[in-house]
């Protein structure tokens, strides 16, 4: 039988590590649940559709053609025929994305679309509403939690490896803010799910996180 694992935490908490890490241990689909809000707002942007107009965004997602399959063990879709991989990282993105994840029309589209994914075969699937509001009846759920400050550690040792010159006190800067928006906002905010085994991993490595994980999910 199939089996959906939800992870959800702040930004910085691990999510994206620890799922596929968990995806290619178990064999199984890991799915960016983000993706799909910021694929949303990259046709907006190159459609030239103003992202603070949700009945323009959501006539233009109504008028555009999603299809959804699996490359290389993660779930990936195309918009129009063209798949946008780096494109959904671009600033313009980045910048636009939190005001199309709160229409809810959009929200809508994403929820149902994530929830089909299931069709694949078992998911590991990481974002900020999925335990409480995609799969809130998986038995794997989990909430991945970290100090602001490790979190904000761990981007800055990444914006640093990648070259960039962030300072630590911005970088802390941001990350609360985001924190702020993410769990204050009207349409599903980030909150712990009912029954979500929450994992601190402020002094865990990134292995341990993940062996946390398969392990609950094959004890059952
Ligand atoms: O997806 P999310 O924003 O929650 O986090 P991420 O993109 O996976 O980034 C977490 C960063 O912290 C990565 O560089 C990981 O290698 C590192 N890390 C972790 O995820 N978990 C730990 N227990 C320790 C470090
Ligand atoms: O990786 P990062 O934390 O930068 O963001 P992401 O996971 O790619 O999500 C992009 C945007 O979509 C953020 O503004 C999230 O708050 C939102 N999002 C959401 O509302 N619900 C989800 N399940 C996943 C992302």
């Given at each position: 039988?199939?089996?959906?694992?939800?992870?959800?935490?702040?930004?910085?908490?691990?999510?994206?590590?620890?799922?596929?890490?968990?995806?290619?241990?178990l064999g199984f689909i890991y799915?960016?649940?983000?993706?799909?809000?910021?694929?949303?707002?990259?046709?907006?942007?190159?459609?030239?559709?103003?992202?603070?107009?949700?009945?323009?965004?959501?006539?233009?997602?109504?008028?555009?053609?999603?299809?959804?399959?699996?490359?290389?063990?993660?779930?990936?879709?195309?918009?129009?025929?063209?798949?946008?991989?780096?494109?959904?990282?671009?600033?313009?993105?980045?910048?636009?994305?939190?005001?199309?994840?709160?229409?809810?029309?959009?929200?809508?589209?994403?929820?149902?679309?994530?929830?089909?994914?299931?069709?694949?075969?078992s998911l590991v699937m990481e974002?900020?509403?999925?335990?409480?509001?995609?799969?809130?009846?998986?038995?794997?759920?989990?909430?991945?939690?970290?100090?602001?400050?490790?979190?904000?550690?761990?981007?800055?040792?990444?914006?640093?490896?990648?070259?960039?010159?962030?300072?630590?006190?911005?970088?802390?800067?941001?990350?609360?803010?985001?924190?702020?928006?993410?769990?204050?906002?009207?349409?599903?905010?980030?909150?712990?799910?009912?029954?979500?085994?929450?994992?601190?991993?402020?002094?865990?490595?990134?292995?341990?996180?993940?062996?946390?994980?398969?392990?609950?999910?094959?004890?059952?």
């Amino acid at each position: 039988m199939s089996k959906t694992i939800a992870i959800d935490g702040p930004s910085a908490s691990g999510k994206s590590s620890v799922s596929k890490g968990v995806a290619a241990e178990l064999g199984f689909i890991y799915v960016d649940s983000g993706a799909l809000y910021r694929g949303v707002t990259w046709q907006a942007v190159r459609k030239g559709v103003d992202v603070t107009n949700a009945e323009a965004v959501v006539n233009l997602l109504h008028d555009s053609d999603w299809d959804f399959f699996i490359q290389d063990g993660a779930s990936t879709f195309s918009i129009d025929g063209d798949v946008p991989v780096q494109e959904l990282r671009e600033k313009e993105v980045r910048e636009n994305v939190a005001h199309v994840a709160v229409i809810p029309e959009i929200r809508k589209f994403v929820v149902e679309s994530l929830q089909s994914l299931e069709h694949f075969g078992s998911l590991v699937m990481e974002g900020r509403d999925i335990g409480t509001v995609v799969f809130p009846d998986s038995p794997y759920k989990f909430y991945l939690d970290a100090d602001p400050e490790e979190r904000a550690m761990r981007r800055y040792r990444e914006l640093v490896a990648a070259g960039e010159s962030e300072k630590a006190e911005e970088v802390m800067e941001s990350l609360k803010k985001r924190d702020k928006i993410d769990s204050t906002r009207k349409v599903d905010p980030l909150t712990v799910a009912p029954g979500a085994q929450v994992i601190d991993s402020t002094s865990m490595s990134l292995e341990e996180v993940i062996q946390t994980v398969v392990n609950f999910v094959r004890a059952d």
